[in-house]
């Protein structure tokens, strides 16, 4: 089975917030296909029993919720920024994002830190910040025994990924009854499902860091939403009214929304993301005329220099 593969950027600096957060969540339709995705695991919880979700703002550290819904959070783990936790009312999922266009980036043999590691540091925090409803042990217990249903599924090479415990779509063939199992998708970007394209964005920037909020502020301040970086010179402008991202790479503003992007080679790959991360646009320069799909934008061209244009 083929996954996705992941592209590697530049390192971005210097804050630059969103003015709104519009992250989609569309099922299917991402640069991922039916045999393409994220290596991932789930774990979805009893009938009758859910995460209080109201209770995330409580987990230590805090951390930004990059999906931009009060239902589902999404944020880098602790343990390594190649895993994102997915937390829902119901389930709970880690996903492995590499970003590596090494199709080996995806095996789980190679990093220290595998699913089982993730899932329970996450169960302790969420226990901790009353999001799990129930005691230490519980929570402990809950993972140790997941882990050991997907254990009939565990490589070497991909260890946990693509297990789910529990999952809707046994329960329906089971009367809508409960399954203290796990099992496998034929497809598993099913694990992930409409968080896939949110996905396709972390795995494009792997120096796209969404830091947490900052708690010491004043209550009565509403903390800015999802952070993304952007060179410090992409923002001072020449007299001749020419903005320099990086050496070799400048733009002129045309007219709104359209501008003339100094020596770049016919041919040379871009991506275009808002400013909250989102991939808007992506496709190759077949002049220097470059026309953005919406302002304010910010460019990456060849994976490596960015502009941000407004």
């Known amino acids: 089975m083929n996954f996705a593969p992941a592209l590697t950027i530049g390192i971005l600096a210097a804050s630059l917030y969103a003015a709104e957060c519009n992250v989609t969540h569309t099922e299917g339709h991402s640069s991922a296909d039916i045999n393409q995705g994220y290596l991932a695991t789930a774990l979805y919880l009893y009938e009758g029993n859910y995460l209080e979700m109201s209770n995330m703002d409580k987990r230590e550290p805090s951390v930004v919720n990059v999906s931009c ?8 783990s602790e343990l390594d920024s190649t895993m994102i936790v997915l937390v829902s009312e ?33 169960f302790k925090r969420l226990q901790k910040a009353g999001v799990f409803k129930g005691t230490a042990e519980q929570a402990d217990s809950l993972v140790s025994h997941v882990f050991d249903q997907c254990r009939v599924y565990y490589t070497k090479v991909f260890g946990y990924g693509g297990c789910e415990f529990n999952p809707p779509g046994i329960r329906k063939r089971n009367g809508g009854k409960d399954i203290d ?17 949110l996905l396709d964005t972390l795995n494009s920037c792997p120096e796209l860091k969404f830091p947490p909020a900052d708690t010491t502020a004043d209550t009565a301040q509403v903390t800015p939403p999802d952070t993304i970086k952007v060179p410090d010179s992409t923002q001072a402008v020449s007299p001749q009214g020419a903005s320099k991202a990086a050496p070799g790479l400048s733009f002129l503003k045309i007219k709104p929304r359209h501008y003339h992007v100094g020596n770049v080679l016919k041919g040379t790959s871009y991506k275009v993301f808002s400013t909250n991360g989102q991939l808007l646009e992506q496709g190759i320069f077949t002049g220097n005329v470059f026309v953005a799909p919406a302002i304010p934008v910010i460019l990456q061209v060849n994976g490596k220099e960015t502009l941000f244009l407004k």
């Open 90 to 122: 119901k389930a709970v999922k880690v996903a492995r994002v590499p970003y590596s266009d090494d199709p080996n980036g995806y095996s789980d043999s190679l990093y220290s830190v595998h699913y089982d590691d993730v899932f329970k540091d996450e």
């Open 69 to 76: 819904t009060d239902t589902a959070w999404v944020y880098r």
């Open 181 to 197: 199992k796990a099992d496998i998708p034929l497809a598993l970007t099913a694990v992930v499902a409409d968080l896939t394209k």
